[in-house]
């Protein structure tokens, strides 16, 4: 047991960012004594954080058209109320896991902001026994001035904390959108590298690449040994001549094909050949991280068993004519659509859901 002064005394030398972040909400807002009356002071307002199911509500709906019409200048009829169920309340089913003896919730969820019982707020969140990821943020422009968006963030990395629940994902970064600019402001903070799927700190270095070129896979960059950004010019230059015969290990890049690749990426250049498979081949060709391969496909998915809605009817794909004789490979065919659908989604997702085909 820890004494009133005790307990201060250690957060006044032991930031806390859970206990921190929480101190603003009611249930721990410090009531002072009235020295008149002998009772605790009510606080002025009433600000309550409640994490609920991804369900639809009318009052969650209008907080939604109001964010989409002050932030987006979309007109409320743009917004039907099935476009918000679709996009923000049909996530996935909520559960629950034992980890570390910690009862974890998993599933989507919408963490609410209230004041005074007014809902002012929703962060759209995925849950995961990895990880806790962000996925939107709606906010009413009432509060348009209180920096919901970086409370939201700090609110979502105290629940990975205090979950258990490890990292905190804040979505894609793409640094040429200026609204995207404020996650690199978070630290430490990694991002996936492209080719090897490794994590790589989103630091100044990085930061610097990312601004210089379209493309930057930081380890290719370790590969070519390309140096930090040049002060002077904002250039990079390569301790490796991709065109010298001198060059360490050129006779096994010429054997694989990576020599010119390495030389085209130095120059800022696409390979044509790989820039003709990104619009025109397959999603298989991309190599897209995270998606599943054509053999892991085949491999982990009964694609032909997967349920297909016409109007009342329920099929199966493998009940379409064409079936057999079509390759998951073949991205225009029904076959190709759903290998690559499957890719994404997963196998799980596949025994679990019914493709829907409308007219």
């Not at 709906?61 to 989409?68: D, G, H, I, P, W």
């Not at 906010?139 to 990395?157: M, T």
């Not at 994590?199 to 590969?223: G, N, T």
Request: charged share 25%; with cysteine.
């Amino acid at each position: 047991m820890h004494s009133v002064e005790e307990s201060q005394k250690h957060r006044r030398n032991h930031f806390d960012l859970g206990a921190a972040i929480c101190d603003a909400e009611y249930s721990s807002v410090q009531r002072p004594i009235d020295p008149s009356t002998k009772e605790s002071i009510e606080p002025a307002h009433k600000f309550e954080i409640n994490l609920e199911p991804d369900k639809f509500t009318e009052e969650k709906y209008a907080l939604f058209v109001n964010y989409q019409k002050f932030v987006h200048k979309e007109a409320p009829t743009s917004n039907p109320r099935s476009s918000f169920k679709r996009f923000l309340c049909s996530g996935m089913n909520q559960t629950s896991v034992q980890k570390d003896g910690k009862n974890m919730k998993i599933g989507s969820y919408h963490q609410c902001y209230r004041l005074d019982g007014r809902l002012i707020a929703i962060g759209v969140l995925d849950l995961l026994p990895g990880c806790v990821s962000s996925v939107y943020l709606i906010y009413h422009e009432d509060v348009n001035d209180w920096n919901l968006g970086k409370i939201s963030a700090l609110q979502e990395i105290a629940l990975a904390l205090r979950g258990g629940y490890g990292r905190y994902y804040m979505g894609y970064y793409i640094h040429s959108c200026i609204k995207m600019r404020y996650k690199a402001a978070y630290h430490p903070t990694f991002m996936l590298d492209p080719e090897t799927y490794e994590w790589d700190p989103l630091d100044s270095d990085l930061l610097a690449r990312l601004s210089s070129k379209k493309y930057v896979s930081m380890s290719r960059e370790r590969h070519l040994g390309l140096p930090p950004l040049s002060a002077s010019n904002g250039s990079v230059e390569s301790k490796v001549d991709a065109g010298s015969s001198e060059s360490k290990g050129e006779s096994e890049l010429l054997e694989t094909g990576k020599l010119k690749d390495d030389s085209k990426y130095i120059a800022g250049e696409e390979d044509s050949d790989q820039k003709a498979r990104h619009e025109e081949g397959s999603l298989f060709d991309v190599g897209m991280p995270g998606v599943m391969t054509t053999e892991e496909v085949l491999a982990q998915t009964n694609l032909g068993a997967w349920k297909l809605k016409l109007g009342a009817m329920i099929l199966e794909l493998q009940d379409l004519g064409d079936w057999e004789e079509t390759e998951v490979t073949e991205r225009h065919t029904v076959k190709g659509v759903a290998a690559e659908l499957a890719a994404t989604i997963g196998p799980q997702l596949v025994r679990e859901t019914a493709i829907e085909w409308q007219h």
